[in-house]
Structures are given as structure tokens and as C-alpha cells.
């Protein structure tokens, strides 16, 4: 008695993280520099980030471009956005996942 139960390590929280990305991941990403249909794309590491639900990053083997799909929330994906192109430099073009790409009605 008396010893704290750890509801998981970190990396337990960020496998359960990766699983429900997997359930939100595209069918394919849009090459942002070709239009090549990528299929292979890998999770990104979102804990951490409020408003984000899923999002992965995508290599053109074409191109050898990086595209990005990101869902969540507008502004958290714009914020998400605005982190890569910091990171990675002007060049990087975060695309977004069909579902997230519906025009928003109140804008
Ligand atoms: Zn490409």
C-alpha cells in the first residue's frame, strides 16, 4: 500500500498516442511538390500538442520532397505548421489531410 500507480511510462503514453494516430491515418498523401500519391508515411510525435489529432510525415521517393498531413483543430494545425517550417526551414510544405481540408463555412 502506499506506492503510487503509474497510469504508464512515457513511452507506453506515446505508443497508445501513435495507435490513434494510426486509426486517423490517410489513405495516401498528396505530394505537395509532384502530386505523387504517398503511401508510406510515418506518425509524428504529437504529444504534447494541444488541438492535434493525428499527424504524419510523408517522403516523396519521386522528389524526395517531405510532405506533412496534420488534423486537428485550424489554428493548432496552423501553429503545428508555422513549428515545421521553423524546424525544417522555409522549403517544407505541410499539406493536410482531405478530411481536414474542408473550407470552413464561418471564415
Ligand atoms: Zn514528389
Known amino acids: 500500500m502506499g506506492q503510487a500507480r ?3 511510462t512515457t513511452e507506453q503514453r506515446k ?3 501513435i495507435d490513434r494516430q494510426l486509426a486517423l491515418r490517410p489513405k495516401f498523401i498528396t505530394c505537395n511538390n509532384c502530386q ?3 503511401t508510406d508515411m510515418s506518425p509524428m510525435d504529437i504529444a504534447g500538442l494541444d488541438g492535434i489529432q493525428a499527424a504524419f510525415t510523408a517522403h516523396c521517393p519521386a ?3 517531405d510532405t506533412y498531413a496534420i488534423k486537428g483543430e485550424r489554428e493548432a494545425v496552423a501553429r ?3 513549428a515545421i517550417e521553423d524546424n525544417v526551414g522555409a522549403e517544407a510544405k505541410a ?3 482531405p478530411a481536414a481540408n474542408r473550407p470552413d463555412p464561418a471564415a
Open 36 to 38: 505523387a500519391q504517398l
Open 95 to 97: 499539406g493536410v489531410v
Open 80 to 82: 503545428l505548421h508555422m
Open 15 to 17: 505508443a497508445a498516442a
Open 6 to 8: 503509474l497510469r504508464g
Open 63 to 65: 522528389c524526395g520532397h
